[in-house]
């Protein structure tokens, strides 16, 4: 076993047994969603559109298969959407990445959704808990559709 492989066995055992943190979240749903811009897109929310408000001017939104397979319900555990914002409708990079992961038993108060906002870099802005007011406080609004707000009926006019 060489030195990178056992120290990585040994950081394995170290996490058995405790809960992991939420900058390991955070780490976590970074690497999940990588290649995520080949992911489903659920109607009208295709290309980039402009946005309802709260994300800047105009968004992308993705969904993965555990995610996109259950719009309109509750998403199980692990789904996952992320949402790029952007300033122009035809902008090439965008300005941060916003995910949303189901994680059971992560925080039953707001949905079991485990939120994160990062720079394009990857590097994270806000996570977990410390996103509850950045994120889920707007998010819970509309619990009818597991608090994707992309999924409400008349998404354009959310308001908080
Ligand atoms: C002021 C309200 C508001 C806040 C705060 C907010 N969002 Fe959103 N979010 C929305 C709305 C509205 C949509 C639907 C698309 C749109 O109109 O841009 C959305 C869509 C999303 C989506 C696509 C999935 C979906 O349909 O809900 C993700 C992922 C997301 N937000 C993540 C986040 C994260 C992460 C944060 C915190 C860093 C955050 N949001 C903060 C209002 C908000």
């Excluded at 030195?3 to 976590?28: F, H, K, N, Q, Y």
């Excluded at 929310?45 to 969904?63: D, E, K």
């Excluded at 996109?68 to 300005?95: C, F, H, Q, R, W």
């Amino acid at each position: 076993m060489n030195r990178v492989m056992w120290i990585g066995a040994a950081l394995l055992l170290a996490a058995c047994g405790s809960e992991p943190t939420d900058d390991e979240l955070a780490a976590d749903a970074w690497d999940a969603i990588s290649g995520y811009e080949s992911w489903g897109q659920a109607d009208p929310w295709t290309g980039i559109q402009p946005s309802g408000r709260a994300h800047g001017a105009f968004v992308q939104i993705w969904f993965d298969d555990v995610a996109e397979g259950a719009l309109g319900g509750t998403i199980p555990d692990g789904g996952m959407s992320v949402k790029e914002n952007y300033d122009a409708a035809d902008a090439t990079e965008p300005n941060k990445v916003f995910v949303m992961q189901k994680i059971d038993g992560y925080d039953e108060a707001n949905g079991d959704w485990f939120y994160a906002r990062y720079s394009p870099d990857g590097s994270v802005d806000v996570a977990g808990q410390g996103a509850i007011t950045a994120c889920a406080d707007c998010h819970n609004t509309d619990t009818g559709v597991d608090r994707l707000l992309s999924q409400r009926d008349d998404p354009a006019t959310t308001d908080e």
